[in-house]
């Protein structure tokens, strides 16, 4: 093929209609035709990055192999495509200005009064054509931020604007994602919030070429006339797109309204070959008939929001899928363990994850909980966050280091065993002193880890600032404590385990971000599997 395709996804009416899952479906089906697709996400706030945003503000931030702190969306589409996504995938308005203004200081623009137009859109036109200059993708979907009519989103839609008018109709096209809300006192959908919100989109010089509508009801083909008329699209270019029991199952449901098929039409590209969802479909049939259940604890402290470990529940869907088990997951807050709740709260579980995490808050809970698994033999493990617990719950009960710690916690405690790197103690800038994206780590032959992986080198992402303290490494090993998993380069421990336990895991990586349908991650696979086996015994 030649010529990069490029189709953006805006939004309107209300913040939370899916987006990133719309554009990940569409991608899904259109790679299930053959063709080369990524996604990438224009988000429109001023930070360079969601690396120090509050989880309760924006959920989860998702990091890639090459160590960007990206938008949660990005792990829709590495889910859905099994792809790897980078730090091209995800753009800021924060990292926007900051380039330009860079340039700016540089002298690049040789004296030029430095303007919104034409050089912040110019920025924004040359980030989303980065990809697509590569030569490895036929078609780049661009998912927008926020909703058309926010006065922060006015750049992103300029810039598409021209490049519209640039490329022409069959080189770029805008979906536009909608509400048609169900007024139960009416009894009927209302189309004028989403003939509003079009009618805005066409203020800023942009025609929608396809409109999804969010509905919880089925829409009639008069209401889709009635959209088609006042919307100026075509009649098949009105999408339903109707609540689902699952995200799942988005991409069968625009296959069947046709969003893939309007689509290649409207960008002159083939539509002979039909999309092969075999193993998509495998996946959503053991995911939906289940042959037993497991209930796992999620013990973390930002579980009042459930994007906050987005990945991480994704990850026990694929699992699960692959396990043939439901994972029906506890959401327990880390703070409200003690010695007096911890048995009400935890005597009912199949098994235990402490979740990652920053800051000490709660973080005593989180060693009950790993004192809980170990000593009652209930299968474990610990990512991030929640493996340091395990070393810190180690270190005191069993090798009676009362004062055990990490420096996170604690700057004074007389036995870090958790602690930070001695190259970073220096540096203070935020995301400076994180160890972030893809590391090397070898196992030790013979352990559960490398059973479960079945290699002797692993990769995997990181996002952290502390590590386990190697001066306490033959204390640990010599009470039980292994470490399995060590990188090659740096000789820092990425891996405990304890063999005379059933199944205690810690790893310092976060393995929930390359689980995807097609490749479940094997540590939650094995995982799920102990537990299942757990809760059949007990």
Sequence with gaps: MGTTKYIFVTGGVSSSLGKGIIAASLAKLLQARGYRVTIQKLDPYINVDPGTLNPYEHGECYV???????????GHYERFLN???????????????????????????????????????????????????????????????????DIESLPYIEAVRQMKWEMGDDSALVIHLTLVPYLSAAGELKTKPTQHSVKTLMESGIRADILVCRTEHELSNDLRRKLALFCNVKEDAVIQSIDASTIYDVPNMMLDEGLDTVTLEKLNLKNSKKPDLKQWNKFLQRHKNPKGEVKIGLIGKYVELQDSYKSILESFIHAGAENEVKVKLEFIHSEHINAKTIGKKLSKLDGILVA?????????????AVKYARVNKLPFLGICLGMQMAVIEFARNVLKLKDANSTEMDSQTKNPVIS??????????????????SWKCDLKKGSKASKIYKTE????????????????????????????????????????????????????????????VANPHPLFVAFVKAVHEHSTIN
Aim: proline share 4%.
């Design 64 to 74: 890639t192999d090459d160590g960007a702190e990206t938008d949660l969306d990005l």
């Design 83 to 149: 792809v790897n996504t980078s730090q091209a995938n995800n753009v800021t308005t924060g990292r926007i200005y900051q380039s330009v203004i860079e340039k700016e200081r540089r002298g690049e623009f040789l004296g030029k009064t430095v303007q919104v137009i034409p050089h912040i859109t110019n920025e924004i036109k040359e980030r989303v054509q980065l990809l697509g200059n590569t030569g490895e993708y036929d078609i780049i979907i661009t998912e927008i931020g926020g909703t058309v009519g």
């Design 356 to 368: 990652p995490g920053f800051g000490e808050r709660g973080i005593e809970g989180k060693v009950a």
């Design 420 to 437: 930070i790197m001695e190259d970073q103690k220096n540096i203070t800038d935020m995301g400076g002193t994180m160890r972030l994206g």
């Design 457 to 516: 080198t692993i990769e995997e992402r990181h996002r952290h600032r502390y590590e386990y303290n190697n001066k306490y490494r033959e204390q640990f090993e010599e009470a039980g404590l292994q470490s399995t998993g060590v990188n090659p380069n740096t000789g820092l421990v990425e891996i405990i385990e304890i063999p005379d336990h059933p199944w205690f895991v810690g790893v310092q990586y976060h393995p929930e971000y390359k689980s995807t």
